[in-house]
């Protein structure tokens, strides 16, 4: 497992396991949390969306990488699992938000969306977006590790869509 996931590794972990046949990870980079959510979810197809062809093309199998702006997702399917780790919400805030809002319509009944931040001021604006979701949160695991020295994952937040 990747140096960097310790805390986000330690949180999938903890998730109760329930059928994931499919996870979308926006804004995926270079497929930095695959490993992970493979390891807990091997049976799931996992489509990563990033609109950065060059880190795309970097993109670890089996995620299957998108090339799409997060605000026009392509999908006329549901997930079981939305991850979102680190939104740069400071140089692309209105993107976010919009894509953050569409999650629901994206998620299958008792789906769960997971958004992860570095800072509390990041924290704070997600949480303002989040609130607004017809999700319910979900407690975090009392065994997640804290942040490495750079502060990845720092701030996790869970919901989950009503079944």
Partial sequence: MDKYLS???????NLPLHPVNRILELGSAEGQSTETLMARYP???????????AALQRVPPPMQPILADVRALPFNMRFDLIVIRHPDIDRS???????IRGTPAL???GGLLIVTCYSLP???RLRGWLDALPLMPMKLPETLSAPDLSGRDRFIFSLAYPS
């Fill in 7 to 13: 805390r986000f590794g330690n949180f999938i972990k």
């Fill in 107 to 109: 998620l299958a009944p």
């Fill in 93 to 99: 805030s209105q993107a976010w938000e919009q894509a």
């Fill in 122 to 124: 990041e924290a704070e």
């Fill in 43 to 53: 049976a799931a197809a996992i489509y990563g969306v990033d609109d950065d062809l």
